[in-house]
């Protein structure tokens, strides 16, 4: 099942400066961890130490909070799924 994540408003540099990655899975969960395979550097701005979306990310699945399932959020071809990430400062 063909997934596609853009992560433009993700760190470029984690992703090789590559915008929109195509993954196979049938759930946010196993896309992402196909894409922390892809790009290591990414797991951790990806995953928190809990296992669960990490909180300096947004994951969106065709412009739809994937919360509350958050990873077990499920999937099918041809959905894209969004990383953004969070921006704090004061």
């Known amino acids: 099942m063909s ?3 853009d992560a433009h408003y993700f ?3 984690l992703t090789n400066d590559q ?3 195509e993954v196979n899975g049938s759930t946010v969960g196993e ?4 894409l922390a395979t892809m790009y290591p550097k990414a797991r951790d701005w ?8 990490s909180n300096v990310v947004e994951v969106y699945v065709n ?3 994937v919360q509350p399932e958050g990873l077990a959020k499920q999937v099918k071809d041809g959905d894209v799924i969004h990383i953004i990430m969070m921006i704090s400062g004061g």
């Open 63 to 65: 412009m739809e909070s």
């Open 3 to 5: 997934v596609k994540i």
């Open 46 to 53: 990806l995953i928190g130490k809990d296992g669960n979306i």
């Open 19 to 21: 915008d929109i990655i």
């Open 31 to 34: 896309c992402l961890e196909q």
């Open 11 to 13: 760190i470029p540099s």
